[in-house]
C-alpha cells in the first residue's frame, strides 16, 4: 500500500509542486493539504496519514508550536520539516519539538524523496553538514562553542517574537498573532535584549531586521 502524507504549508504553489512530485513515485501519495495549524489538525484527526510534511511558517500560526501540539496528541506521528528558514538555527529546534528531520526548500526538490523515505523507515533525517554539526556538539559534551549562533541560545517563543519584529510587526500585532498579553511580548522583548547584549528598542529592532533577512527570507 501506499504510504499517505499530508502537506501542511501556506503557500498553495508549494504545496501543488510537492504534491505532483511525490504523487509520481509509486509508493507515495499525497491525500490532503492544509495551511494552518487548525486546517493541520482537522486533517490529520480525520485522514490518519503516515506522514506529514511541514513548513514552519503558516497562516496565523507556526510551524514550531504545531509539531509540539502533534507530538503531545500523536505520539508517534511522523512529521517532515520542509522550510525557507535557516537549517543552522532551526534543525535541532525542529527535532526538540518533534520532528524527525528537516530539509531545507533550496535543496527539497532534489533530496525530499530521500528525506520521506528516511523518516517513513524510522530515521532521522538532516543533511550531512547539519548531522555532522550535531554529532561534534554530543561527543564534545555539549559545550558551547565560541562561533555558535547567538539565537540558538533563545527559547523557541523568543525566537518567534525576534522574527516577528524582524518582519517589522507592532507589539500589538505580536501579541495578537500569539495569542499573548502585550505585557507578555514587551517581557520576552526584555529577555532578548539583554540575551543579545543590546542597549535599547531601536537596537533589538536593528538587530532583528538584520537576523531576519539572513536567516528567513
Known amino acids: 500500500m501506499k504510504k499517505r502524507i499530508v502537506i501542511i504549508d501556506d503557500h498553495p504553489i508549494v504545496r501543488q509542486g510537492f504534491t505532483q512530485l511525490i504523487n509520481q513515485e509509486d509508493d507515495l501519495i499525497v491525500v490532503g493539504e492544509a495551511e494552518d495549524a487548525a486546517g493541520a489538525f482537522e486533517l490529520i484527526e480525520k485522514l490518519q496519514p503516515d506522514l506529514a510534511l511541514i513548513d514552519l511558517s503558516l497562516k496565523n500560526s507556526n510551524g514550531i508550536e504545531l509539531i509540539k501540539d502533534l ?67 554530543i561527543t564534545s559534551g555539549g559545550n558551547l562553542r565560541k562561533d555558535k549562533k547567538i539565537e540558538e541560545y533563545l527559547s523557541d517563543r523568543e525566537l518567534q517574537v525576534l522574527q516577528a519584529v524582524g518582519r517589522g510587526e507592532s507589539t500589538k500585532t505580536i501579541a495578537e498573532d500569539l495569542n499573548l498579553s502585550i505585557k507578555t511580548i514587551e517581557t520576552y522583548k526584555s529577555h532578548l535584549k539583554q540575551k543579545l547584549s543590546l542597549k535599547n528598542s531601536t537596537e533589538l529592532m536593528q538587530y532583528a531586521v538584520e537576523w531576519y533577512l539572513t536567516n528567513v527570507r
Open 71 to 137: 507530538s503531545r496528541i500523536y505520539p508517534d506521528f511522523l512529521m517532515l520539516v520542509i522550510s525557507l528558514h535557516e537549517e543552522s538555527v532551526y534543525a535541532e529546534r525542529s527535532l526538540r519539538a518533534g520532528a524527525k528531520g528537516f530539509i531545507m526548500k533550496a535543496e527539497a526538490t532534489e533530496n525530499v524523496m530521500t528525506a520521506i523515505r528516511a523518516v517513513l523507515r524510522g530515521d532521522i533525517y538532516l543533511s550531512d553538514s547539519m548531522r555532522n554539526r550535531l554529532l561534534h556538539s
